[in-house]
Structure formats: C-alpha cells, structure tokens
C-alpha cells in the first residue's frame, strides 16, 4: 500500500502570507496527485488535480508542483477564507489520503 | 449543477447492516467513476471503495473488504454501498464523489455532504 505524510500537521500564518505544505509519497506515484480543501462541516472541495492542474475556478493564489514522491502545495497568499484543511491525495495505487494539514490565521 | 446526495445513514448495532444510496444528477452519470470515503468526525478522510463506470470493476480498501460491496444503476443514477458484519470503527461520515475519469481512479469533484454511519450497541 502506499502511504501519504504531510507536513505540517497545522500552521498559523498571517493575511497575506505565502503557504507550503508537503506531502510525501511512500513509493513513486508519477502525478497521480491532487490536493482537496475541506472547511469545518463541509464536504472536501478538489482545488489542484494531477499534480499542478487548478481546478476551473479556483483561485490563482492556490498551485501545486512535484512529481515522483514530492509535491507541495501553496498559497501564495493567504486569504481569511482560505481557513480550512487541506488533504493530498495519491491514485496511483488503490487511493489514498494525506493525514491532513489545518491552516488557521495568526 | 452537478450534485451527489446521500442516504440511508444511521444508527445500527455490531454485526448488523444498513445500505447506503448516493443519488446523482448534473451530469451524465455513466461518464464516471465513482467513490466513497469516510471520515470519523473530526479525523481524516480514509477511501473506502470505488467502480468504474459501468461497474464491471470495483475496488476496496482492506478495512472493508469482504464486508462492504459497492454498486451502481445507471438506469437511476444511483451509487450505492452494501455495508455488512459493521464494527464500531466503522462509524463515520460516508461520502460519495465522482471520479473525474471513466475508469473509477482519478480526482474527487464534486463530493456529496455525506450520510453519518454509527455502529453501536
């Protein structure tokens, strides 16, 4: 099976502020890789798909890149509603999750 | 608008079983694959099952498999899980979501609100 980490786990940035998350791969996954947002008490929304493709809509301050076992996810600038946690997902093999990464506002 | 709305959660005891339906509409529901994941409040998203889009392949996660059976009817645009011999650590909610691909593995989008499992006696 493969395994997904992130890191990390939960961070606190200011309004305006450039966002990295990582997520790591056990085994190589190509670009099998998108990266959801959820929101407390809401469904998980797709915003990056294979890799670094933005979903139609989704902001331009959200991009990811990497392949292989490495990828990382960014917000270049951190919004208020931006408040969420945010999985990466592998379907490579089978599918499977990230733990997740909270973001909260300093 | 594309939207996926679940049913059939509930509260069930060990060992018993329940049925869950994902009722799709938006979109030509036999261009996709579709999926289920779970997730216990307040934890992670965990995949559970998904098939292609005529249902002629499924896939499980180890956690269910021999347990859960997945299906679907294209005629009614209906995703559904069979869910039997369920365990305590099964209780969560259950999501359905499209597959952005025919083939049943790729992007989740959209995803339905979800349907709240509890296995308890």
């Known amino acids: 099976d493969i395994q997904m980490t992130q890191s990390p786990s939960s961070l606190s940035a200011s309004v305006g502020d450039r966002v990295t998350i990582t997520c790591q791969a056990s085994q190589d996954i190509s670009n099998y890789l998108n990266w959801y947002q959820q929101k407390p008490g809401k469904a998980p929304k797709l915003l990056i798909y294979?890799?670094?493709n933005l979903k139609t809509g989704v902001p331009s301050r959200f991009s990811g890149s990497g392949s292989g076992t490495d990828f990382t996810f960014t917000i270049s600038s951190l919004q208020p509603e931006d408040i969420a946690t945010y999985y990466c997902?592998?379907?490579?093999?089978?599918?499977?999750f990230g733990p997740g990464t909270k973001v909260n506002i300093k | 608008e594309v939207q996926l709305v679940e049913s059939g959660g509930g509260v069930v005891r060990p060992g018993g079983s329940l049925r869950l339906s994902c009722a799709a509409s938006g979109f030509t529901f036999d261009d996709n694959g579709m999926t289920w994941v779970r997730q216990v409040p307040g934890k992670g998203l965990e995949w559970v099952s998904t098939?292609?889009?005529?249902?002629?392949?499924?896939a499980y996660a180890d956690s269910v498999k021999g347990r859960f059976t997945i299906s679907r009817d294209n005629a009614k645009n209906s995703l559904y899980l069979q869910m039997n011999s369920l365990r305590a650590e099964d209780t969560a909610f259950y999501h359905c979501?499209?597959?952005?691909?025919?083939?049943?593995?790729?992007?989740?989008?959209?995803w339905g609100q979800g349907t709240l499992v509890t296995v308890s006696s």
């Open positions: 294979d890799a670094s």
């Open positions: 979501a499209r597959v952005r691909y025919s083939s049943g593995w790729g992007p989740l989008d959209p």
């Open positions: 098939i292609n889009w005529n249902g002629g392949s499924t």
């Open positions: 997902q592998q379907y490579n093999n089978l599918m499977t």
